[in-house]
């Protein structure tokens, strides 16, 4: 089994998952919001005539567990599902090795369920 995590624009995060079970048949996500910035280190906006600065822009942590044998494929749709077509800021992609995933409810392991 193989982690894939992506790091996306809040406004993509539906955009991405649906793109995954579309193309790749896998279904299962979790979703955590979260704050960062990249190159991009923020940005500066006016409000009634004052200038402020947000250091962390709003984006959403997903975290797909598949297996291994679609993971790369998992993780080249959802770097191009999360593309925005801005400068810089559309998050990051990355994949881990899992070696232990049981479901709670049946205490059977992720391999064996189908």
Not at 30 to 41: F, I, Q, Y
Not at 80 to 90: Q, T
């Amino acid at each position: 089994m193989t982690k894939v995590e992506a790091v996306v624009l809040r406004e993509r995060v539906e955009i991405v998952i649906d793109a995954v079970e579309e193309q790749t048949g896998h279904v299962g996500v979790t979703v955590v919001e979260a704050v960062g910035h990249g190159r991009e280190r923020g940005i500066t906006h006016e409000y009634r005539g004052r200038v402020f600065e947000s250091r962390f822009l709003p984006k959403a942590l997903l975290t797909f567990v598949v297996p291994d044998d679609v993971s790369a494929q998992v993780a080249d749709v959802v770097a191009e599902a999360a593309r925005s077509g801005n400068d810089s800021g559309d998050g990051l992609v990355w994949t881990t090795p899992v070696w232990h995933a049981t479901h709670n409810r049946t205490g059977r392991p992720l391999e064996e369920a189908a």
